[in-house]
């Protein structure tokens, strides 16, 4: 008989792994889920109030900056490299006046003002001092001090060595045109570009300031507008859930924060927006504006000096010449190459916006209410005392010098001196116009944010209160 084989017997089966439980994105139970979205829904608050915070400080900073610190610190630093201007200018006058009193303005007259300058520089330079945040503002500010007093001294010399001289309206003595030129090459070569420095210093300030700022403002937004509607969302999500499960048409406490919610994030987005606007205003129509036509004032009133110095030290008069067109082209450019040229092409053109230089380029601005009659009225008195300095130069060319001086700094029809200070008077306006709304954009930010501080952390409260409200009675029949 054959042997029947049996096959072996099957090892015993490997039991495998236990199936994996994938995990709940929500609890099972009613009151876990319950407790879950409330909890999110404290989080996306705290996210949202969180985010609100830090772009209303944002906004804060940029308006302190621009409308508080370095921005006035940067107008009263142009006020003052006008004033150093002036202070030479009115030196020049007094020294080419003399003693005479016929011209319908005298030396008293022109040292009154040079004292009144002084005075106005050295408390702003003051100011400037104990205003700096860096020290080598300091240091410049108090360097300007010291320039400050060694151009006076020099210019009380000169003021002295004249009135010894007692000599009537025209060029002083060789002495005192040298020390005339000692002070006035101190002031443009040392004290007024330390002052520019200034300026210089603390607009870089607002600039970056500006744009920092406004760029965390507009993050701000966004990050305001995305938490708050995930709060919304958050809040509608437990306002259905509590509906489905307890059959219950509306929850009066979740619909009161989600409607608080709601306003919440909205009011910050608009009032944010606001604040972008204000800090636009107070920089581009404000303070950009302001700094242009001071610096525009500063440089036209050193260019009337120009023309007392080119009368007043002949050797010189060719250089001041040359500087009083830069000078020129500088507040108001139009193509030129000499002086006679410039003031044809000057007159010709009448579009204010086909002009370039400081002036030109304000008048390409978007316009203020007032703004556009005043810079014509600006340009106008700008030609007419263009169409004197013409006039003057010719006279003086032609030997007639005293007739050149009448015209230069006499008070009566077609004299320089009284149509520049009418251009003076008509840019002086001008700023104020922009200084205006520079003052009103810096308010409007400062109440912009006014009591946002009370309102965010009021606000959580009342909406956290409101959640934990509508929630806990649904709690406690789980009880």
């Not at 003399?98 to 408390?123: E, F, H, I, P, V």
Request: no cysteine; aromatic share 6%; charged share 20%.
């Amino acid at each position: 008989m054959t042997a029947v084989q049996q096959a072996p017997a099957a090892a015993p089966a490997v039991a495998g792994p236990p199936p994996r439980r994938r995990p709940r994105l929500l609890p099972r139970t009613a009151t876990g889920r319950i407790r879950a979205l409330t909890a999110a829904v404290i989080v996306a608050l705290a996210a949202t109030i969180t985010a609100t915070w830090l772009a209303v400080g944002d906004a804060r900073d940029g308006v302190r900056v621009i409308g508080h610190d370095a921005g006035p610190q940067v107008v009263a630093t142009g006020d003052l490299y006008f004033q150093l201007t002036d202070m030479d200018a009115q030196l020049a006058n007094a020294l080419l006046l003399g003693r005479s009193q016929n011209l319908g303005t005298g030396r008293d007259q022109a040292l009154a003002r040079y004292d009144d300058n002084r005075a106005k520089a050295g408390a702003a330079l003051l100011q400037a001092a104990k205003l700096a945040d860096e020290p080598s503002e300091e240091a410049t500010a108090r360097d300007l001090l010291k320039g400050l007093g060694r151009y006076e001294r020099l210019a009380g010399q000169a003021l002295l060595a004249d009135q010894e001289s007692d000599h009537t309206a025209g060029p002083p003595s060789e002495r005192v045109t040298g020390l005339y030129r000692q002070a006035t090459d101190m002031m443009k070569l040392d004290l007024l570009p330390k002052a520019y420095n200034l300026t210089l210093d603390n607009g870089t300030l607002v600039r970056h300031t500006y744009e920092d700022e406004r760029t965390s403002v507009k993050y701000g937004i966004g990050w305001v507008l995305g938490t708050g509607l995930l709060l919304v969302a958050l809040l509608a999500a437990l306002q259905l859930f509590l509906a489905v499960r307890f059959r219950r048409l509306l929850n009066p406490a979740l619909a009161a924060a989600t409607l608080a919610a709601l306003v919440l994030t909205g009011a910050g987005a608009v009032m944010l927006g606001g604040q972008l606007d204000h800090l636009r205003a107070a920089k581009e129509d404000g303070f950009d504006s302001i700094l242009a036509l001071s610096r525009a004032r500063a440089i036209g009133n050193s260019a009337n000096a120009d023309q007392t110095r080119y009368l007043l030290d002949p050797k010189r008069a060719d250089t001041y010449e040359q500087v009083f067109l830069s000078k020129s082209q500088s507040v108001l450019y139009v193509k030129a190459g000499n002086l006679a040229d410039y003031n044809a092409a000057l007159q010709k053109q009448t579009d204010p916006k086909a002009f370039l230089g400081f002036l030109g380029d304000e008048a390409n601005r978007p316009a203020l209410p007032g703004r556009d009659a005043a810079m014509a009225k600006v340009l106008a008195d700008y030609r007419r005392f263009q169409q004197d300095d013409r006039a003057v130069r010719t006279l003086a060319a032609s030997g007639r010098l005293g007739a050149a001086i009448s015209t230069r700094l006499g008070q009566g029809d077609n004299a320089a001196a009284r149509d520049f200070a009418a251009y003076d008077a008509s840019l002086v306006k001008l700023i104020q116009i922009h200084r205006t709304a520079f003052d009103d954009a810096v308010a409007a930010g400062d109440d912009g944010t006014a009591g946002w501080r009370l309102v965010l952390p009021a606000a959580a409260l009342v909406i956290a209160v409101l959640v934990l409200a509508g929630v806990r009675p649904r709690l406690a029949e789980y009880r």
